[in-house]
C-alpha cells in the first residue's frame, strides 16, 4: 500500500506473530465449583470446555488480522475515507475492512461449518457509484491483510468478493444454533480520534454467549490507572480472550504469551474507580456520577471507548462499568456480547439496571432494563441500590 512509512509495515509484521501462538493441544481443565456458580449465576449453562477450542481459535486470528487492517488504517486516516449513516456515527474503510477479514477469516478456518453472522455493517453504500474508490481501497487492504498470513490461497479476493464478505453478516441471530456476533470497530468515533477501540467478536450457541475476543489496539499492555492516563513510551495492544468454564486471557498484540486476568476485587466503594463512555451522547454521565456518589465513589470516572472499557475491567482496572443510554436508544448485542463474556469469564457479573441478567438470544438488540452495570460480586447488590435509588430520584424531578 503506497502512503505508509516502512517502520509502519514492520510494526504490523509483528503482530501477526500471535497467529502462530495457539496451543495445538489446549488444557480441559474440569470446572471448579466456583466457576460453575458464576457461570450459572450470569445466565450460562455448563458446557464442555473442548467445544469450543477450535472456534476460539479462529476468533482470535480473525481479530488479529482485522487488528493489523486497522491500525494501518488509522495511522494514515484521510478525511475521504469517512462516509456518514443514518445515525450520523462515522463509518470509515478500516470498518468495512475488519469486517470483510473476520468473516473471511472464519469462514476458512470453519468451513465445516454452518456460518452465520451478526454484524454491524452492510455493502449498501459502498456499491454506489460514488464510493467505487473507496471500495478499491478496501479491497486492496483486504487483500494485503489477508495475504500477510501466507496460507490463503483463493487470493487476491475480488470487489464482489469483498462486498459479499461484508454482506456475510445479515444474520438475525436468535435462540436457537451457533451465531457469531462482530463489531468490526467499536467505538469508531474514539478511532476517529486516534484513542480507543475494538473488534469486538463473540460466538453465540442457543443464544448464550460461549466465547468472546476483543483486540484493543490502543489500549496499554499496563493498566490504565485511575485517571486513565498512560505514558508514551507504554506498550499498546492488548488480545482478550475469553470461553465459558475457562476464564479469561489477555496476550499483547504482538504476539506475547497470553496471561489469565481477573477483575477487581475491590470490597469498599470508596476506594473502587469506575468507567464510563467517553461521549456523552453515548450515556447519561450526569446519571452516573449520581450513582457513584451515592456508592460512595471517590475516583472521578475514567472515560474512554468503546468495549476496551470490558478489557481494562476484566484485568482490575477498575471495579465498575455504568452505560446508561439516552432515551430511545436500543442497545445492540454487538456492543457488548464480547465484552459480557471477558468480564464474566474474569470473575464479574453484568446485569441490567433492574438486576437481570442480559439477554442476547432475542435477535440483534438487548432487551434490557434502562442501562447495563459492570462490576464484581461483592459490589454488585450496593450498586444496584445505588442504580434504583438514582433512577428513582430522576423519575421523580421530571
Request: with cysteine; aromatic share 6%.
Amino acid at each position: 500500500m503506497g502512503g505508509f512509512p516502512a517502520s509502519v509495515g514492520n510494526s504490523f509484521s509483528c503482530l501477526t506473530r500471535v497467529l502462530c501462538s495457539y496451543p495445538a493441544k489446549p488444557k480441559t481443565p474440569r470446572l471448579p465449583f466456583y466457576l460453575l456458580s458464576k457461570a450459572k449465576s450470569s445466565g450460562f449453562h455448563p458446557i464442555s470446555s473442548m467445544s469450543y477450542q477450535r472456534e476460539l481459535a479462529a476468533a482470535k486470528k480473525a481479530a488479529s488480522l482485522a487488528a493489523q487492517l486497522c491500525q494501518k488504517v488509522q495511522k494514515a486516516l484521510l478525511q475521504s475515507e469517512v462516509q456518514s449513516k443514518s445515525d450520523k456515527s462515522p463509518v470509515t474503510v478500516a470498518d468495512y475492512g475488519s469486517q470483510a477479514v473476520v468473516s473471511f477469516v472464519l469462514e476458512r478456518e470453519l468451513s465445516s461449518d454452518s456460518f452465520s453472522l451478526v454484524a454491524e455493517e452492510d455493502s449498501g453504500d459502498l456499491r454506489k457509484e460514488e464510493a467505487q474508490e473507496m471500495l478499491q481501497r478496501i479491497t486492496e487492504l483486504v487483500n494485503d491483510t489477508l495475504a500477510s498470513v501466507g496460507t490463503y490461497s483463493s487470493l487476491p479476493l475480488s470487489t464482489e468478493d469483498v462486498l459479499a464478505a461484508i454482506d456475510s453478516g445479515k444474520s438475525e441471530g436468535g435462540p436457537h444454533g451457533r451465531h457469531w456476533v462482530l463489531d468490526p470497530i467499536d467505538g469508531t468515533k474514539g478511532f476517529m480520534r486516534g484513542d480507543q477501540y475494538a473488534i469486538a467478536l463473540a460466538l453465540l450457541d442457543d443464544g448464550k454467549v460461549v466465547l468472546g475476543v476483543l483486540a484493543c489496539p490502543n489500549l496499554p499492555s499496563k493498566s490504565i490507572g485511575s485517571l486513565g492516563q498512560q505514558s508514551s513510551h507504554d506498550k499498546v495492544g492488548c488480545l482478550f480472550a475469553a470461553q465459558v468454564g475457562l476464564g479469561t486471557e489477555m496476550q499483547p498484540l504482538d504476539g506475547s504469551p497470553p496471561a489469565k486476568v481477573f477483575v477487581s476485587a475491590v470490597e469498599n466503594p470508596e476506594e473502587a474507580s469506575f468507567f464510563e463512555s467517553f461521549e456523552a451522547a453515548h450515556s447519561m454521565h450526569d446519571l452516573s456520577n449520581s450513582i457513584a456518589k451515592k456508592l460512595g465513589v471517590k475516583a472521578p470516572p475514567v472515560r474512554i471507548d468503546s468495549q476496551a472499557k470490558y478489557g481494562a475491567l476484566s484485568r482490575g482496572d477498575g471495579a465498575i462499568y455504568l452505560r446508561f443510554p439516552h432515551k430511545g436508544y436500543r442497545e445492540k448485542i454487538w456492543d457488548h456480547a464480547a465484552g459480557f463474556v471477558v468480564v464474566t469469564e474474569a470473575g464479574g457479573v453484568v446485569r441490567d439496571a433492574g438486576g437481570n441478567p442480559l439477554d442476547f438470544s432475542k435477535g440483534r438488540y438487548l432487551d434490557l432494563d434502562t442501562g447495563i452495570v459492570v462490576t464484581n460480586a461483592k459490589l454488585m447488590p450496593s450498586l444496584l441500590k445505588a442504580v434504583r435509588e438514582s433512577l428513582n430520584e430522576k423519575s421523580s424531578s421530571l
